[in-house]
């Protein structure tokens, strides 16, 4: 890849990686490990992508991917500082802070999924396909993250 | 439907707000300069693979567990038929810790690192790989086929499968599609 070329890619992705990571890890040290790991692993790529939305999912896939391998590294959950499980960004409203707290309470593969179905608005059946699940892996975990948001933001959460 | 409608502007309007640091920015653009390291260090991993083979161990489901205090006694049936019984601590409380909807307990894989060990008490289980035209397939115990074509041109790949509705592995695997390694782990069980 061209250096402008890179550049143009981080620039028009950094963000949609880094939301994804902070997604499944939680804290900003970890996503911003995986930002990285993401972006190396771009410049090893040697394949080509056909379209921008090819890139985006080749992009997404290789985060979920990271950070399931930073979560399963045995001292990640043995061991991690308070200041880290205390994160949260700083949010304009407060009701933006609480829907952050509760999906960050969810289990990993419902954050991931959640995420990806409301924030990046993929379909079932795409993020079954980007996730190496089947559909029904997908709706169940939609399913059980939505009542348990439900359960924790009440009205908030139609 | 409006109520997911109202959802999907709720949680776009919260992450809306998340933004990389700059310094992030920095750091991830200046990796472009530094090619000539990551050249080496994968022609580097090519040659610590090349006589890879393959060796996986996987389990498959919890099938019952017995609480006592703060331990759980699983007992796990391998694909083999053999029985092994393990302890584990039990999960915290809270977030390594959910309740699927008919009461069964989770363990999510804040707490599966005791689980596992168990792979040293597994029997031996393949993954191959397999190649058919210009497509690469991870194959899991002859019946699970995924994939891996794209995510593997460049020596590497990882992800995750659901073997089944209870078991939720992780996958690794690197090197080449004649020469191999494949490493399977288990991140989260749902005990039956």
Known sequence: ?158 | MKSDRENKAYYQHTFDEVHASKDLLRKVKAMKENTTTQRWIKISRYGYTAAAIVAVLIFSNVITYAASGNLWLLTITMPNGKTVQKTVEAPFAGEDMADTEDGTPVIESAKSAEIEDLSEEAEGITAVLESKGEKTFLVIEGNYRIDITEDFQGGSCKGTYELDESSYYYYEVTGTPQAYDITVDLISVVLK
């Open chain 1, 1 to 158: 890849m061209e250096n402008t070329d890179y550049e143009k890619t981080v620039e028009r992705y950094l963000d949609i990686v880094y939301r994804v990571a902070l997604s499944c890890c939680k804290n900003p040290y970890d996503a911003e490990d995986v930002v990285q790991t993401v972006f190396l692993k771009l410049l090893e790529y040697k394949g080509n992508f056909q379209e921008q939305e090819h890139l985006r999912r080749w992009l997404i896939r290789v985060t979920v991917n990271e950070s399931h391998s930073l979560w399963r590294t045995f001292q990640r959950r043995k061991v991690i500082p308070l200041e880290e499980l205390a994160f949260e960004p700083s949010f304009s409203t407060e009701e933006h802070s609480e829907l952050f707290y509760a999906v960050s309470c969810l289990p990993i593969k419902y954050r991931e999924v959640v995420h990806l179905y409301y924030y990046e608005e993929y379909s079932i059946k795409e993020i079954a396909v980007l996730l190496h699940l089947s559909e029904t892996a997908i709706q169940t975990r939609l399913m059980r993250a939505r009542k348990k948001l439900k359960q924790q933001l009440k009205e908030a959460w139609k």
